[in-house]
RNA sequence: GGCCCUAUCGUCUAACGGCUAGGACACGAGCUUUUCAAGCUCGGAAUCGGGGUUCGAUUCCCCGUGGGGUCACCA
């Protein structure tokens, strides 16, 4: 970096104007890795000038959102620019007095703006006088970026001597905390120039610009609120884990050069390079943050997969799975998040684990098997075999050991499809030694009792 | 529209200017304790177009085209 000798600060400086999003979140998990890797530190700032816009239900929501994610700041509470307002004032009073900058009475202007934003329109403004000048800055992603600043003209930096604006909110704050690195989103790459402009007219240093691609919805527009969730919260609520949105998030623009995909918070933030940020923007692409989900989801050991669920169970089934861990390890395995696990118990499919199976003797015949007597024939010798097994050794692998012989002799499929249906009742389950495992002898010979009686 | 950024499989991406353009997600096929899921193996799948520079371009330059951003008394 050029700023070898100047320990590096970063920053994440959202406004409160909504939640914090996927977008967002990405942003400040680079400045984090960022400024990890380079043993410096990281500020969150919250960019609340407009008071009328920003709300304290997203401050904390972005607060929150941070938290979770496991990205922590330097500073304890967030700064916030509506409490540093003298601050900008007297930086906007020596810009009028040197002529950067001066109070431009305003004429009534088009009342249908583009934007359709138009709010009440201040008489005079204080707007900063621009030299028309061509601004070269280098981006640590994009190299040498230039505009003229003449297309520009001169913008608004202020409502009022005693109400600043964004623009110099920003200069201000990034050279009074020191802010060495600014790195942020595509959509301030215009921005840009306007900063350059009030730092040299304030004398400021020039931090060192980094702007990363924006995320995309899968149709390649702005993602927005219409692409559904895109609260990080609502990823939170939908049971993803805070280590795959990080772990998938960081991929996403940035790769460490190698194969490795699966990266702890703390692997990122050592092998975080700004200069392997993606120049383009990238769609975000839900079936890949599932399989990331999936990963550390199976990882959980059981009773902290419980946990998650506890608040969505019924007590009985919340006393099954806590008495048959493996049932849930079972479950999980057919779901990638806590969610869909969530869904799968609460939709029934698998209700024979937390009560008697429901039988349809049609479906205990086995494909092309139409003979009644056979399958139950074979069902009783099965349940025999099993019988002999010992209760404290009954398993899948004892199971298996017990039948196999005879299920290769009869036909696998003959045997093992109305063992699994006498225990699940179902077309679709886990394998039979899975279920009998769950269930344990009394019962698997229970259900293969009540099971042989249908063909009476 | 002006200005700015950008362009490798459907998606995320790799490839000092130099092997048959690699990996992951998704998809398809096969295997396993003949169902479901997971897992394993295999497979299809890309350098936007046109000019240059070069012995040689995914890579460098120009033009075009596509995509994105931005043009507020929002941030």
Redesign the pocket.
């Known amino acids: 970096m050029a700023t070898n000798n100047t320990r590096v600060i970063t920053r994440f400086?959202?406004?409160p104007?909504g939640f914090l999003h996927i977008g967002g979140a990405r942003t400040a998990l680079f400045n984090f890795l960022f400024a990890k890797k380079e043993g410096g530190s990281i500020i969150l700032r919250l960019?609340d000038?407009?008071t009328a816009?920003c709300k304290k239900e997203f401050e904390d929501s972005i607060v929150r959102g941070l938290a979770w994610l496991g990205i922590v700041f330097d500073n304890q509470k967030p700064l916030k620019q509506s409490e540093r307002t003298d601050l900008y004032k007297s930086h906007l009073k020596s810009l009028v007095e040197s002529g950067a900058a001066y109070l431009s009475k305003?004429t009534e202007?088009d009342p249908t703006?583009?934007?359709g934003?138009q709010?009440a329109?201040?008489?005079e403004?204080i707007r900063f006088k621009n030299p028309n000048k061509k601004i070269i800055f280098h981006d640590l992603i994009?190299?040498e970026?230039?505009?003229?600043t003449a297309?520009l003209g001169d913008f608004?930096i202020a409502?009022s001597p005693e109400e600043p604006?964004?623009?110099l909110a920003v200069v201000v704050d990034d050279s009074d905390m020191g802010v060495t690195h600014v790195i942020r989103g595509?959509?301030?790459?215009?921005?840009t120039p306007r900063q350059i402009l009030i730092q040299e007219a304030l004398g400021f240093k020039r931090p060192q610009y980094a702007h990363i691609?924006?995320i995309?919805a899968p149709d390649?527009?702005?993602l927005s609120k219409r692409h559904g969730a895109i609260a990080l919260e609502s990823y939170r609520d939908m049971g993803y884990l805070p280590e795959a949105m990080v772990n998938y998030l960081a991929?996403?623009?940035w790769?460490p050069?190698t194969?490795q995909?699966i990266f702890t918070l703390a692997e990122l933030a050592d092998e975080f390079d700004l200069s392997?940020v993606?120049?383009?923007?990238?769609?975000f692409?839900v079936?890949?943050l599932?399989?990331f989900n999936?990963q550390y989801m199976q990882k959980l050991p059981a009773k902290k997969k419980i946990a998650f669920l506890e608040k969505f169970l019924s007590a009985r089934q919340l006393a099954v799975v806590k008495a048959k861990l493996k049932l849930i390890e079972l479950m999980a395995?057919?779901t990638a998040t806590f969610g869909e696990l969530d869904e799968l118990i609460s939709s029934g499919e698998y209700d024979y684990f937390f009560g008697k199976p429901i039988y349809d003797k049609k479906i205990l015949l086995w494909k092309g098997e139409k003979n009644f007597v056979k399958t139950k024939t074979r069902l009783a010798a099965a349940r025999k075999l099993l019988e002999n097994i010992p209760a404290d050794s009954f398993n899948?692998i004892s199971v298996?050991e017990a039948l196999w012989p005879y299920a290769e002799k009869e036909?696998?499929?003959?045997v093992?499809?109305p063992l699994?249906v006498s225990l699940s009742g179902r077309?679709?389950?886990?394998?039979?030694?899975?279920i009998v495992e769950i269930l344990g002898k009394e019962e698997t010979l229970k259900r293969l009792t009540v099971a042989i009686k249908l063909f009476a």
Not at 186 to 191: G, L, Y
Not at 278 to 283: C, D, E, F, T, V
């Open positions: 400086a959202p406004s104007t960019e000038t407009d816009r305003e202007g703006s583009s934007n934003l709010r329109k201040r008489a403004v994009r190299g970026v230039s505009f003229n297309d608004v409502k604006l964004y623009h595509e959509d301030h790459i215009s921005n691609p924006l995309l390649r527009s702005k991929l996403l623009g790769n050069g194969d995909e392997k993606q120049k383009s923007g990238a769609i692409n079936e890949k599932k399989w999936r395995e057919r899948r298996k036909g696998r499929g003959e093992l499809w699994r077309e679709k389950s886990p394998d039979p030694f899975t």
